[in-house]
């Protein structure tokens, strides 16, 4: 046998060491968990909020952009402007959802990818946008009001990260 061995004591046992005396029961485990996906602090959360907000205002900005620009076919401007209008709104739900997790603990693959699908809508809308520009290559001074697009990228790729995303 090792470590302490107390049969039955008609008493009480006392025990003084130089250190700790740890006890337990050598049927519990002990379980850490390490957060990837989620929030691991409020700190991480709030910033995740704020920024997903941002974005928001950024994509608002770059329809408005895109509205004022001549030279583009219509149809066009109408489907990508609706297109950002639902990343808008997709975000909302993703900042509403993100308030609501809690923290140290890893959403459900539903919440995952609740929040994760507008980070990539986001992604793909400003894909698009360039492809549109890239295409109406007469109108590039006018590109160079869409400037919103160099702001967006920076904060989609902090938002990410804040939520453990690649």
Same mark, same amino acid.
């Given at each position: 046998?090792? &470590?302490?061995?107390?049969?039955?004591?008609?008493?009480? %046992?006392?025990?003084?060491?130089? +250190?700790?005396?740890?006890?337990?029961?050598? !049927?519990?485990?002990?379980?850490?968990?390490?957060?990837?996906?989620?929030? /691991?602090?409020?700190?991480?959360?709030?910033?995740? %909020? +704020?920024?997903? *907000?941002?974005?928001?205002?950024?994509?608002?900005?770059?329809?408005?952009?895109?509205?004022?620009?001549?030279?583009?076919?219509?149809?066009? =401007?109408?489907?990508? #402007?609706?297109?950002?209008?639902?990343?808008? /709104? $997709?975000? /909302?739900?993703?900042?509403?959802? $993100?308030?609501?997790?809690?923290?140290?603990?890893?959403?459900?693959? *539903?919440?995952?990818?609740?929040? *994760?699908?507008?980070? !990539?809508?986001?992604?793909? %809308?400003? =894909?698009?946008?360039?492809?549109?520009?890239?295409?109406? $290559?007469?109108? +590039?001074?006018?590109?160079?009001?869409? !400037?919103?697009?160099?702001? #967006?990228?920076?904060?989609?790729?902090?938002?990410?990260?804040?939520? &453990?995303?690649?």
């Amino acid at each position: 046998m090792s &470590g302490f061995n107390i049969g039955n004591v008609g008493g009480n %046992v006392s025990m003084d060491a130089g +250190g700790d005396i740890v006890g337990g029961d050598k !049927n519990t485990t002990t379980t850490t968990t390490t957060i990837t996906i989620g929030f /691991k602090q409020d700190q991480d959360k709030q910033k995740f %909020v +704020g920024q997903i *907000e941002e974005l928001r205002k950024q994509l608002r900005q770059v329809k408005s952009d895109i509205e004022d620009v001549d030279g583009i076919d219509e149809d066009d =401007k109408d489907a990508i #402007i609706m297109e950002l209008m639902q990343q808008v /709104k $997709a975000l /909302k739900t993703a900042k509403d959802m $993100a308030e609501e997790l809690p923290t140290k603990q890893e959403p459900s693959q *539903e919440k995952r990818d609740a929040i *994760e699908a507008p980070l !990539n809508g986001v992604d793909g %809308v400003v =894909k698009k946008v360039t492809e549109m520009f890239n295409k109406a $290559a007469d109108i +590039g001074d006018k590109v160079r009001k869409v !400037n919103n697009l160099k702001l #967006i990228l920076p904060i989609l790729i902090s938002a990410r990260h804040l939520f &453990g995303l690649p």
